[in-house]
């Protein structure tokens, strides 16, 4: 490819010398709208290097747009996947919880034959500043400052 391409730099420099060194008295005529317009061979080439730079630069807009959107949708669909897989996967172990459930309610009675014993420890236990010891979960910190259980609120 760029052995390609510095071959057609190439062609392209010979031309471009080859329209300068031609005499430019001789003049072409175009009409162009019901008017005859003179050109000299230089000013016909430029104008076609111009057509032919608007045209490479349209189709590189319409190349690269096509490659924009193949790619939004190439990513789309992997997204799509994805989320179908995703809702497989969910899918399948809900059926298998489901399974499980069905199975230990067949297997339970529904009566819990020993209660479940509370487990608190007393190095969990904190000191309120007077000394006394209050288990955990009666004391929250609630923005930074601590607030003491009164008796007389409702919770």
């Given at each position: 490819?760029?052995l390609?391409?510095?071959?057609?730099?190439?062609v392209?420099?010979?031309?471009?010398?080859q329209?300068?060194?031609?005499?430019s008295?001789?003049?072409t005529?175009?009409?162009?709208l019901?008017?005859?317009?003179?050109?000299?061979?230089?000013e016909?080439?430029?104008a076609g290097?111009?057509?032919?730079?608007a045209l490479?630069l349209?189709?590189?807009?319409?190349?690269?747009?096509?490659?924009?959107?193949?790619l939004?949708r190439?990513?789309?669909?992997?997204?799509?996947?994805?989320?179908r897989?995703?809702?497989?996967?969910?899918?399948?172990?809900k059926?298998?919880?489901e399974?499980r459930?069905?199975?230990a309610?067949?297997?339970h009675?529904g009566?819990?034959d020993?209660p479940?014993?509370?487990?608190?420890r007393?190095e969990d236990?904190t000191?309120?500043?007077?000394?006394t010891?209050v288990?955990p979960?009666?004391?929250?910190?609630?923005?930074g400052?601590?607030?003491?259980?009164?008796?007389?609120?409702?919770?």
């Amino acid at each position: 490819m760029v052995l390609l391409g510095l071959l057609l730099i190439v062609v392209a420099v010979v031309v471009a010398v080859q329209v300068f060194m031609l005499d430019s008295t001789v003049t072409t005529s175009v009409s162009v709208l019901d008017r005859t317009l003179s050109f000299t061979s230089v000013e016909v080439f430029v104008a076609g290097a111009a057509t032919a730079v608007a045209l490479l630069l349209g189709l590189a807009l319409v190349v690269g747009g096509m490659h924009r959107s193949a790619l939004r949708r190439r990513r789309r669909r992997e997204a799509h996947l994805a989320e179908r897989n995703r809702v497989s996967r969910l899918e399948s172990e809900k059926r298998d919880l489901e399974k499980r459930l069905d199975t230990a309610d067949r297997d339970h009675t529904g009566v819990d034959d020993q209660p479940v014993p509370a487990q608190t420890r007393t190095e969990d236990a904190t000191l309120d500043p007077d000394g006394t010891r209050v288990p955990p979960d009666s004391d929250k910190l609630v923005a930074g400052a601590r607030h003491a259980h009164r008796p007389d609120e409702n919770h």
